[in-house]
């Protein structure tokens, strides 16, 4: 059971498990921002906790890029190889991708100076990945499909079914 935590100014921070909630809930440093409860029983009671949580006091969280990291880069271009366009779910050779089939592509190899970053690194399947090697795309004669580029900001991302408490605070 998960738990919607939003900014004193209503904005969505995070998604907190119950637990979390009714420490927030019983340390009075958070609201219900919904009627929208679950309950929790207890061997004495029961526990209603609000679905939305609302911190009191606002906390600042600054606009920054999204942190680098491999899932992140890999979440970033869908699971979708820069070089074929092959992506998670599609068949190839009689077999299912998963995310296990991705892996990480440094444009400009590290073993030629590249670095851990947005703009060099990218989702690419197994067999792109092998295929290039320790080689630029221009070296290997491969093309990108698409500039691997920093993501404007941090964002949120809720998947499975979203709680209708939770809609007037998520964007679609």
Not at 25 to 30: D, G, M, R
Request: charged share 20%; aromatic share 6%; glycine share 8%.
């Amino acid at each position: 059971m998960m738990m919607l935590l939003l900014n004193a100014s209503y904005e969505p921070l995070t998604i907190v498990s119950a637990q979390r909630a009714i420490r927030l809930l019983l340390t009075h440093k958070v609201d219900a921002a919904t009627e929208d409860t679950i309950t929790i029983h207890g061997n004495s009671h029961d526990l209603h906790i609000p679905t939305v949580l609302r911190l009191r006091r606002y906390v600042n969280v600054p606009k920054r890029g999204a942190s680098w990291s491999r899932r992140a880069v890999l979440q970033r271009d869908g699971y979708r190889c820069i070089y074929c366009g092959v992506e998670m779910g599609q068949m190839v050779k009689g077999q299912l991708l998963t995310k296990a089939d991705f892996t990480l592509d440094h444009i400009i190899p590290r073993s030629q100076g590249g670095q851990n970053g947005w703009g060099n690194t990218a989702c690419a399947c197994a067999a792109c990945n092998q295929r290039k090697g320790g080689r630029t795309p221009h070296e290997a004669g491969m093309t990108m499909l698409w500039e691997p580029k920093t993501p404007r900001v941090n964002y949120m991302v809720v998947s499975g079914k979203i709680p209708a408490a939770w809609k007037l605070y998520l964007r679609s």
